[in-house]
T-cell receptor
Framework: GENVEQHPSTLSVQEGDSAVIKCTYS??????FPWYKQELGKRPQLIID?????GEKKDQRIAVTLNKTAKHFSLHITETQPEDSAVYFC????????????FGAGTRLFVKA | NAGVTQTPKFRVLKTGQSMTLLCAQD?????MYWYRQDPGMGLRLIHY???????AKGEVPDGYNVSRLKKQNFLLGLESAAPSQTSVYFC?????????????FGPGTRLTVT
């Protein structure tokens, strides 16, 4: 069935360094790729998304890249800050069949001050 | 706007008991979803609805039932709770008419089945 794999499961970086989280998806019909941030005890919240007709998107310190041929997409956080510490989920969705979204298992990011 | 709300926030059930989780949204969204979140497994779709009066199965529907009698409400029922249903449950909604895009999540319900 449809699957999204996410790596690494845990990532620890020094404040100011960059963090990269990678995902692969199995359904070639997927055309929307959101990233959610979830702080401890809180709900997931969208931080950035990318559609299949775009290869890269940037929003301040956050960027996402998409390689549709390889079915890979990645989240890049630059100049990390302690408040970036959270669990990040990638996901893949398509605009048919109820817009169902398949989530990766999550990456727990620790930013050390 | 309150966005997406869920009741209750916490619940402890004994094996075999039943309960209903309520999700409400005030954004006039067509699509609504129920997910469960377990450690190391991300969010898994239980059931979803593409409009009032419709429901469909997701990835892990067994042991759950849902109803969407009103557009703004999506109910998740557990008829006979099992310890394997201990989890955090999130409801989400999405606006059909803006095309594929962001899901808005509720605050979650933490359910423990003993």
């Amino acid at each position: 069935g449809e699957n999204v794999e996410q790596h690494p499961s845990t990532l620890s970086v020094q404040e100011g360094d960059s963090a990269v989280i990678k995902c692969t998806y199995s359904d070639s019909a997927s055309n929307y790729f959101p990233w959610y941030k979830q702080e401890l005890g809180k709900r997931p919240q969208l931080i950035i998304d990318i559609r299949s007709n775009v290869g890269e998107k940037k929003d301040q310190r956050i960027a996402v890249t998409l390689n549709k041929t390889a079915k890979h997409f990645s989240l890049h956080i630059t100049e990390t800050q302690p408040e970036d510490s959270a669990v990040y989920f990638c996901a893949a969705s398509k605009d048919i069949g109820g817009f169902k979204t398949i989530f990766g298992a999550g990456t727990r990011l620790f930013v050390k001050a | 706007n309150a966005g997406v709300t869920q009741t209750p926030k916490f619940r402890v059930l004994k094996t075999g008991q039943s309960m209903t989780l309520l999700c409400a949204q005030d954004m006039n969204h067509e699509y609504m979803y129920w997910y469960r979140q377990d450690p190391g497994m991300g969010l898994r779709l239980i059931h979803y609805s593409v409009g009032e009066g419709t429901t469909a199965k997701g990835e892990v529907p067994d042991g759950y039932n849902v109803s969407r009698l009103k557009k703004q409400n999506f109910l998740l029922g557990l008829e006979s709770a099992a310890p394997s249903q201990t989890s955090v449950y999130f409801c989400a909604s999405r606006d059909l008419y803006r095309g594929i895009g962001e899901q808005y999540f509720g605050p979650g319900t933490r359910l423990t089945v003993t």
